[in-house]
């Protein structure tokens, strides 16, 4: 019997960015809902977050208000954590995703890499069309880096 090798490729999107701070302090707007409540999402977006467990078997919720008044319920499960390296967790509301964001150090600057696994191609697909993820994802890894930037300075 041959075995097949999985392709997800159809229904991925990854995402790698280096940013200009240290891995600690990414790891830390990351893992508090004081700090990614200010960067998450695309442009116009800001966040109401009810719950950031950040553990595995934790819950994280938030509600995304969109530019036009639109309400988006955002519930995830964190299924991995290992400080200062990686982050998993499954978005179980529409779209089911695994995301999984690893972290580098490079220095006084950090790689991360951000790989979001739909459940099917075409959820991907829809998702890609209605909400144009890829420019959402970008936009979003661009609210992050500046964030950090303000944060950097801040604290200089």
């Known amino acids: 019997m041959e075995s097949q090798k999985s392709n997800t490729k159809d229904r991925e999107l990854i995402l790698s960015r280096k ?3 240290p891995i600690e302090l990414v790891w830390e707007v990351w893992t508090q809902p004081e700090h ?7 442009n116009g977006f800001t966040n ?19 530019p036009d008044g639109t309400d988006y319920d955002n519930r995830s499960i964190f299924k991995e954590i290992i ?17 999984t964001i690893e972290f580098e150090a490079q220095g006084d600057q950090t790689l991360i890499t951000w790989h979001m696994l739909f459940d099917s ?3 991907f697909m829809a998702v890609v069309k209605a909400h144009n993820a890829k420019e959402g994802q970008k936009q979003n890894v661009e609210k992050l880096a500046a964030y950090l930037e303000g944060l950097s300075h801040q604290r200089s």
Not at 36 to 42: D, T, V
Not at 83 to 99: F, G, M
């Open 83 to 99: 400080p200062l390296k990686k982050i998993v967790y499954e978005h179980i509301s529409y779209p089911r995703i695994l995301a």
């Open 19 to 21: 940013l200009n701070a």
């Open 36 to 42: 990614i409540a200010n960067w998450w999402g695309p």
């Open 121 to 123: 191609a075409e959820e």
């Open 48 to 66: 109401t977050i009810t719950t950031m467990d950040v553990q595995a078997g934790g819950a994280w919720n938030l509600v995304m208000h969109g």
